[in-house]
């Protein structure tokens, strides 16, 4: 079992910048692939952006390509996402989540085994 508690979320003006951050405990960080989604209200939840376990490979989303980036530090064991040049259509809630048993450089965009509570983003125009 792991553990994902993000934090970071918050009220911001478009053009604005957030840095969200996912802590785990219960497991190292370094087995799983790790990623971030977000859920808007009356919308599916949907896949934001990708890590593979060593962080040498990422992926994303093309409605955030160029503005979002993923990072992990495993020695942490925590996972971050850096949100540039926010949008109104950003404002959801975030999720971290980590998927298990994963070849070390897959970037997983489904799957995921674990997920956090979520943390608020809100992009005002």
């Known amino acids: 079992q792991v553990r994902l508690v993000e934090s970071g979320g918050g009220l911001v003006q478009a053009g604005g910048s957030l840095r969200l951050s996912c802590a785990a405990s219960g497991r190292t960080l370094s087995s799983f692939a790790m990623g971030w989604f977000r859920q808007a209200p009356g919308k599916e939840r949907e896949f934001v952006a990708g890590?593979?376990?060593?962080?040498?490979?990422?992926a994303y989303a093309d409605s955030v390509k160029e503005r979002f980036t993923i990072s992990r530090d495993n020695a942490k064991n925590t996972v971050s996402l850096q949100m540039n040049s926010l949008k109104p259509e950003d404002t959801a809630a975030y999720y971290c989540a980590a998927r298990q048993y994963v070849y070390i450089n897959l970037v997983a965009r489904t799957g995921y085994d674990y997920w956090g509570q979520g943390t608020q983003v809100t992009v005002s125009s």
């Open positions: 890590i593979a376990r060593t962080g040498g490979s990422t």
